[in-house]
């Protein structure tokens, strides 16, 4: 009998806290859905301006134009950076291989132990140093450590066969350094070697400059007058 007045017990007490949750649901919802605010149609008239929604779309289509703008822009700079690169090889190019005829002639000239032709040493010596130095301009080389390359010394009738051999035998140095013929291929553990094969092809152009201007004054001065 006890236990049946328990279960009563326990069973009303469950009742009671269901209807109680229930009720402060009931409430909640009621509370939810009383307006709060002023009725319908009591407040100011809502902002339908039609310009606020233009204007929103003038400012994105700027910005979208401005956008594609600076990617044309972009891009015309790329090509011009591009062709200018493009021109800069053709034109090394194009110096590279004169260097190499022009030492040829003077070569085939020597072994054939032809009499000298100041007028055409001059033409060739002016060439090939007219050649270095627009090479130069790319390359940028510099005398070692920052010193100032010393002038070109003069050369006297003698020494000219000399002078055009050492020459021949830089242009020769230049023309076939590693730096300029696997410039774009270069490994990582190899940067220590091309460094410096790069400071000797700088240290051969300068040399190239310096003394064909030399061979130039020299021949120059040598020139039997017409």
């Known amino acids: ?3 049946s007045m328990i279960s009563v017990s326990h069973l009303a007490g469950c009742v009671a806290a269901g209807i109680f949750a229930i009720s402060l649901t009931i409430s909640t919802l009621a509370q939810a859905r009383t307006p709060t605010g002023p009725p319908a149609g009591a407040g100011p008239p809502a902002n339908n301006n ?3 929604g233009d204007r ?3 400012l994105n289509e700027g910005r979208l134009r401005s956008t594609e703008l600076d990617a ?3 891009s015309e700079r790329e090509k011009h950076v591009q062709a200018e690169v493009q021109a800069a090889i053709g034109h090394m190019k194009e110096d590279f291989s004169r260097m190499q005829v022009l030492r040829n002639d003077i070569a085939r000239n020597l072994v054939a132990r032809k009499p000298f032709d100041y007028v055409l040493i001059a033409e060739q010596t002016a060439e090939i140093n ?5 090479l130069n301009t790319y390359m940028m080389a510099r005398p070692a450590d920052d010193k100032a390359q010393d ?3 003069d050369l006297k009738s003698d020494e000219m066969v ?3 051999v050492r020459l021949c035998k830089l242009i020769d140095s230049f023309t076939e350094n590693p730096s300029l013929k696997n410039a774009a291929t270069v490994d990582a553990k190899d940067i220590e070697k091309a460094k410096e094969d790069k400071a000797k092809a700088d240290k051969d152009l300068l040399a190239i400059i310096k003394l064909s201007e030399s061979i130039k ?3 120059d001065s040598l020139k039997v007058p017409k």
């Open 1 to 3: 009998m006890k236990s």
């Open 50 to 52: 039609p310009r606020t």
């Open 56 to 58: 929103g779309r003038e």
């Open 72 to 74: 044309a822009r972009e």
């Open 130 to 134: 007219k050649r270095a130095n627009e």
């Open 151 to 153: 002038k070109p010394s």
């Open 162 to 164: 000399g002078a055009l």
């Open 217 to 219: 004054k020299t021949s």
